[in-house]
Nanobody, 116 residues
Framework: VQLQASGGGLVQAGGSLRLSCAVS????????MAWYRQTPGNERELVAR???????SVGDSPQGRFVISFDNAKNTIDLQMYSLKPEDTAVYYC???????????WGQGTEVTVSS
């Protein structure tokens, strides 16, 4: 399983960005997927998690501003981010877990910078 994250960049505070994580091979349909973020010197922080049973959760800071979704046709995990703040600046990583093997896979990260 390979994950390719994209969509990061530089945005002004208050702006929006949409991150996308392509999951391959396409026959692998993740049941548990999430986005994390990390800043230098800190541990990875859960941003949002989505279970295909319908459960979605978002971390305290992004609550009400970030939306996680899965595009079954494209096999991508998307993170729509609104009302971005400078403290959202980080490298964002997507991850999935294979329920059969319990292996967890990570994308390479995409950098988001929010200027004030």
């Amino acid at each position: 399983v390979q994950l390719q994250a994209s969509g990061g960049g530089l945005v002004q505070a208050g702006g929006s960005l949409r991150l996308s994580c392509a999951v391959s091979p396409t026959i692998f349909k993740p049941k548990i997927m999430a986005w994390y973020r990390q800043t230098p010197g800190n541990e990875r922080e859960l941003v949002a998690r989505y279970l295909t049973t319908g459960s979605k959760s978002v971390g305290d800071s992004p609550q009400g501003r970030f939306v996680i979704s899965f595009d079954n046709a494209k096999n991508t995990i998307d993170l729509q981010m609104y009302s971005l703040k400078p403290e959202d600046t980080a490298v964002y990583y997507c991850t999935v877990q294979d329920l059969k093997t319990l292996n967890q896979y990570w994308g390479q990260g995409t950098e988001v910078t929010v200027s004030s």
